[in-house]
């Protein structure tokens, strides 16, 4: 692990990974649920750990959310999580929760564990029985490691029509005590939060409060993943986890506590970069597009802003096509109900401004083109009316979006 020098900084550990903090370990194995692709994973720590959780706020929340919630509430602790990929085990009624329990007592049997303290997620496909033979067998073959391919294995057990594995890594220093946090994600499709079709795991080995975790987690969702889009659609299984099971052994965590800035920060940047992995692996992207917002009455108002205008199918579009079509970007603003003075408005696509005082400004079309050709893209607003701000992440939409979605089950 890096010495830090600064112990009120934050560190990004490169080669780190979730099971960088002290006591976790990982497995992933074939079921046979998805063919000869990993399809069950498992994140185990050595001791309870406190945790929080965020879920979809779509009205239909699948079966493992539910058992999940149920776990969680007993005590405020969580030791073991168990995902299943190529099916959601969503809008699957009774026999759906049974299931869903069921994963639970195996996973719980295998590893002595209590069962409210498993938490089990699924992602794939809706309307679709978890096969319970498979599942039986891939719990069977899990034998966690705190390995590098350990940790490779459970992402890719995780992923659904993911590209690439999502992970990250930070370090601090607090009440003397090297704190580690670490994450990684699934999430390609129906990306459009209050949540997404994602699931988020986050470790930790500090010792923090739960309730203040959970205040923390829900704050923090809201200027990280919920800001991220790709398609408009929020899925029946998402979810977001924080596991902090307080072996780095620093004093508890709380707002009280001098340096809960510094683990707001390790928050705050652990799922900003998950955030933003999951937006440029958006299905079929090209490009990852970062909207900032500035000049805002409040920053609620420039988040909204800054969403709607990543969220635009025609900003989206452009953006593939190297199209410099502000007048997209100035059209999604004004769908917003968020306060505006509509005659002081400046767009910037990159460094090329291309609205001031919202009137055009003369600009180099084929500059814009050359800078629009580049995988990522930031677009600039500033309101001149406040002194908020927002961000919010999304990626381009391009034909391979239909073709993936087209044939989704097949």
Same mark, same amino acid.
């Given at each position: ?5 600064? !112990? ?7 080669? $780190? ?7 976790? *370990? ?16 498992? +994140? ?27 776990? &969680?509430?007993?005590?405020?602790? +969580? ?14 009624? %009774?026999? $759906? ?28 496909? /809706? ?7 498979? &599942?039986? *067998? ?21 992923? @659904?029509?993911? !590209?690439?594995?999502? @992970? ?17 994600? =699934?999430?390609?499709?129906? +990306? ?10 986050? @470790? !930790? ?16 969702? %809201? ?5 991220? !889009? ?5 899925? @029946? ?13 620093? =004093? ?6 001098? %340096? ?8 705050? *940047? ?16 090209? *490009? ?18 800054? =969403? ?24 999604? &603003? ?5 306060? +505006? ?5 400046? &767009?910037?696509?990159?460094? /090329?401004?291309?609205? =001031? ?8 079309? %084929? ?11 930031? /677009? ?9 701000? $927002? ?20």
């Amino acid at each position: 692990m890096h010495a830090l020098s600064n !112990t009120k900084e934050v560190r990004e550990v490169t080669d $780190g990974s979730f099971l960088s903090p002290k006591g976790f *370990k990982a497995a992933g194995v074939e079921a046979g649920i998805k063919g000869n692709k990993k399809d069950i994973g498992l +994140i185990v720590s050595e001791v309870p750990a406190v945790c929080a959780a965020v879920y979809t706020t779509n009205q239909f929340q699948a079966a493992p959310l539910k058992v999940t919630q149920e776990s &969680i509430a007993k005590e405020g602790r +969580i030791q073991a999580v168990v995902v299943n990929s190529g099916c959601a085990n969503a809008c699957t009624g %009774e026999q $759906g929760l049974k299931d869903a329990y069921e994963t639970r007592k195996m996973v719980a049997d295998k590893f002595s564990l209590q069962e409210h303290l498993v938490a089990v997620a699924s992602t794939g496909v /809706i309307g679709v029985n978890l096969p319970m033979e498979k &599942i039986t *067998k891939g719990i069977e073959q899990l034998n966690p490691g705190s390995s590098a391919a350990a940790a490779a294995d459970f992402q890719h057990a995780i992923l @659904t029509t993911d !590209t690439v594995m999502k @992970t990250c890594c930070y370090s601090a220093v607090i009440d003397g005590k090297t704190v580690t946090m670490g994450g990684t994600c =699934k999430g390609s499709g129906m +990306i459009h939060p209050n949540m997404a079709t994602m699931l988020g795991y986050i @470790t !930790t080995d500090a010792l923090v409060d739960q309730a203040a975790l959970q205040l923390a987690l829900r704050n923090v969702t %809201e200027k990280s993943f919920n800001q991220i !889009t790709v398609d408009g659609d929020t899925s @029946t299984n998402d979810t977001v986890i924080v596991l902090a099971n307080g072996m780095a052994e620093n =004093k508890t965590l709380n707002a009280a506590h001098p %340096e809960w800035d510094v683990f707001m920060e390790l928050l705050t *940047k652990t799922s900003e970069s998950l955030a933003k992995q999951i937006a440029k692996d958006g299905e079929g992207a090209t *490009k990852l597009i970062e909207v900032e917002v500035r000049g805002a009455q409040d920053s609620l108002d420039a988040r909204m802003m800054a =969403k709607q205008i990543v969220g635009s199918s025609l900003v989206k579009t452009a953006v593939y096509g190297a199209d410099a079509n502000w007048g997209r970007i100035i059209s999604s &603003i004004g769908q917003t109900k968020g306060a +505006i003075n509509p005659a002081a408005v400046d &767009i910037a696509i990159g460094p /090329i401004v291309m609205l =001031k005082n919202s009137e055009p400004a003369a600009f180099s079309e %084929e500059e814009a083109l050359e800078y629009l050709k580049g995988d990522f893209v930031q /677009i600039f607003v500033d309101l001149h009316n406040g002194d908020a701000s $927002g961000k919010a992440w999304g990626c381009d939409l391009s034909y391979d979006y239909i073709k993936i979605n087209a044939s989704y089950r097949t």
